[in-house]
């Protein structure tokens, strides 16, 4: 897909697009696993998260004991997932900034669809996921309301996504998180989802997601699964996201948009903004 056709009909419309097989030609798609990642980071600790009823535990492993936790642990289906012990997740995580050599499995890059001030780096601002079968990110959007693009590289998942227009049917609970579960929606505590449209994507190795600011989306992995995403503004969506600074928006959130409107909007050098910007790529919310 072209820039322009991108920007007029996706991004500038706000409209979600899954690109089949957009970055299949990658190297990254015939290299990575989750042994691969054992082998060039295993000896990297990580912060893994699992949810649970009472928030986000957070702990941290070696990437290569959460390797062998991946592949240790047996397939599941959706059913048999759904209502059992939460599962340690390692996502939204800074990888590719970490070990910047694995950007080059991922060429050629689609740098266009990005905001300029992002394009140089654009690894930088990447977060990476790896779980197995079974992992789930329960509905949410993303903190900045930003643009997000995701990119499959090894294994299945599922998104469910809603539009930003519907959040006030989903059972919202504080800034970015909502209640209602999209697979096993429970009508009698929110009937007004009934009134929802979400869409149920399936989103294979190789593929390419488009989700706009403010998207509503659940995931699942289907099987073990390695991705990795980047949230980015323009200047029209930092300025929106500035605008609901007032609407339970954290205070840390704010604070990253605004380095982000100095990179987006004033073009303030990146050598100067990055290094405020970073700590929101392991910011948990």
Same mark, same amino acid.
């Given at each position: 897909?072209?820039?322009?056709?991108?920007? %007029?009909?996706?991004? /500038?419309?706000?409209?979600?697009?899954?690109?089949?097989?957009?970055?299949?030609?990658?190297?990254?798609?015939? @290299?990575?696993?989750?042994?691969?990642? /054992?082998?060039?980071?295993?000896?990297?600790?990580?912060?893994?998260?699992? +949810?649970?009823?009472?928030?986000?535990?957070?702990?941290?492993?070696?990437?290569?004991?959460?390797?062998?936790?991946?592949?240790?642990?047996?397939?599941?289906?959706?059913?048999?997932?759904?209502?059992?012990?939460?599962?340690?997740?390692?996502?939204?995580?800074?990888?590719?900034? +970490?070990?910047?050599?694995?950007?080059?499995?991922?060429?050629?890059?689609?740098?266009?669809?990005? #905001?300029?001030?992002?394009?140089?780096?654009?690894?930088?601002?990447?977060?990476?996921?790896?779980? *197995?079968?079974?992992? $789930?990110?329960? +509905?949410?959007?993303?903190?900045?309301?930003?643009?997000?693009?995701?990119?499959?590289?090894?294994? &299945?998942?599922?998104?469910?996504?809603?539009?930003?227009?519907?959040?006030?049917?989903?059972? @919202? @609970?504080?800034?970015?998180?909502?209640?209602? /579960?999209?697979?096993?929606?429970?009508?009698?505590?929110?009937?007004?989802?009934?009134?929802?449209?979400?869409?149920?994507?399936?989103?294979?190795?190789?593929?390419? +997601?488009?989700? *706009?600011?403010?998207?509503?989306?659940?995931? @699942?992995?289907?099987?073990?699964?390695? #991705?990795?995403?980047? /949230?980015?503004? %323009?200047?029209?969506?930092?300025?929106?996201?500035?605008?609901?600074?007032?609407?339970?928006?954290?205070?840390?959130?704010? !604070?990253?948009?605004?380095?982000?409107?100095?990179?987006?909007?004033? &073009? $303030?050098?990146?050598?100067?903004?990055?290094?405020?910007?970073?700590?929101?790529?392991? !910011?948990?919310?």
């Amino acid at each position: 897909m072209s820039e322009s056709d991108f920007a %007029t009909n996706y991004r /500038d419309a706000m409209r979600p697009v899954l690109l089949r097989g957009g970055c299949a030609a990658w190297a990254a798609c015939q @290299r990575w696993s989750p042994e691969y990642f /054992d082998r060039v980071a295993g000896s990297l600790t990580v912060p893994v998260k699992t +949810l649970t009823s009472n928030g986000i535990q957070l702990s941290s492993w070696r990437l290569a004991e959460y390797v062998r936790f991946i592949m240790e642990r047996p397939a599941c289906s959706k059913e048999a997932s759904s209502d059992a012990e939460p599962i340690p997740y390692c996502h939204d995580i800074p990888l590719l900034g +970490l070990v910047e050599k694995l950007a080059a499995d991922c060429q050629p890059f689609p740098t266009s669809y990005l #905001s300029p001030c992002y394009r140089q780096h654009w690894w930088r601002y990447s977060q990476f996921f790896m779980g *197995p079968a079974g992992a $789930v990110t329960p +509905l949410h959007f993303d903190s900045l309301l930003t643009h997000n693009l995701f990119f499959q590289i090894y294994g &299945k998942k599922t998104f469910t996504i809603i539009p930003p227009d519907q959040a006030d049917l989903c059972g @919202r @609970r504080g800034w970015r998180w909502f209640d209602v /579960d999209p697979e096993q929606p429970d009508y009698a505590r929110f009937p007004q989802y009934r009134q929802a449209a979400p869409a149920t994507i399936a989103v294979n190795a190789g593929d390419m +997601l488009y989700m *706009p600011p403010g998207t509503l989306h659940h995931v @699942r992995s289907l099987t073990a699964s390695i #991705s990795f995403n980047i /949230d980015w503004h %323009t200047e029209q969506s930092v300025l929106d996201a500035l605008a609901q600074a007032s609407d339970r928006m954290p205070k840390e959130v704010v !604070y990253y948009n605004a380095i982000a409107a100095l990179s987006a909007i004033a &073009k $303030v050098p990146e050598d100067i903004t990055f290094p405020l910007y970073q700590p929101y790529l392991s !910011y948990v919310s």
